[in-house]
């Protein structure tokens, strides 16, 4: 018997290990990703922050912040990134839900898109997603976005200063 609960709890430590492993390498954004919105980047990136607004959920919502670190310069094209489609969704529209580079701050009609996550209290709780406001104000930085529709979006901001990508995603919620 003891040899059976000793092999039970060594196997539920390992699955728990390889659980939480999982979780923090856990990437949305590839290789392929990063050179859609930057075509001439082949740097490497680090993922220095995520957060799941939402926790686990049974109806595949999505509320959650990334910040990645880009190791080399980038530069920026206000002609990219050009969208085809996103997280397995088509843009149908490209004008009306998606955009290129854009310098922030974000327009008042663009700003009402993502509203909801912008004004959000477990946002503004957050340490960068205070920052993720800030950043979206000053005028030295770039944002871009797709938008499937008001329960689905993908929001990119780039913070020229510190060489940072924060990337939003919201779907469901």
């Known amino acids: 018997m003891k040899k059976v609960t000793f092999i039970f709890i060594l196997l539920m430590g390992i699955l728990g290990g390889i659980i939480y492993y999982?979780?923090?390498?856990?990437?949305?954004?590839?290789?392929?990703?990063?050179q859609k919105l930057f075509p001439n980047y082949r740097g490497n990136v680090d993922k220095i922050?995520?957060?799941?607004?939402?926790?686990?959920?049974?109806?595949?919502?999505?509320?959650?912040?990334?910040?990645?670190k880009m190791m080399e310069n980038v530069s920026i094209n206000?002609?990219?990134?050009?969208?085809?489609e996103w997280e397995k969704n088509e843009i149908i529209n490209k004008k009306e839900n998606s955009s290129t580079w854009k310098k922030c701050p974000m327009d008042i009609k663009e700003r009402e898109k993502f509203k909801d996550i912008i004004n959000s209290d477990v946002f503004k709780e957050d340490m960068y997603g205070k920052n993720f406001n800030a950043i979206l104000n000053d005028s030295n930085n770039y944002y871009t976005y797709v938008y499937i529709n008001?329960?689905?979006?993908?929001l990119f901001l780039f913070n020229k200063d510190k060489e940072e990508l924060y990337y939003i995603r919201k779907k469901g919620w």
Do not use: R, V
């Open 22 to 34: 999982n979780e923090k390498t856990y990437s949305p954004l590839k290789a392929t990703d990063f």
């Open 49 to 68: 922050y995520d957060k799941d607004f939402i926790g686990f959920s049974f109806h595949n919502e999505l509320f959650e912040l990334y910040l990645y």
């Open 78 to 84: 206000e002609n990219y990134p050009k969208f085809e």
């Open 150 to 154: 008001e329960l689905e979006y993908y």
